[in-house]
């Protein structure tokens, strides 16, 4: 089973962002998860549960 690092989870969701042009905010918009839970997910500052991530 592949272990899950946060530092990768930041990193990924940061550069599928920007390589989609899109901005937090529009991001947030398109998913539905609140801007500054993205803003701290892509710190660093927030981890997500399994749940979360699923969704």
Known sequence: MKKLS???LTDTA???RKALSLTQ???SKR???NR???SRL???DF???VD???A
């Open 42 to 44: 892509e710190a660093g």
């Open 36 to 38: 500054t839970l993205l």
């Open 52 to 54: 979360q991530l699923i």
């Open 25 to 27: 905010t529009e991001l």
């Open 14 to 16: 940061k550069s599928r």
């Open 47 to 49: 981890t997500p549960s």
């Open 31 to 33: 998913t539905g998860i």
């Open 6 to 8: 946060l530092k990768l």
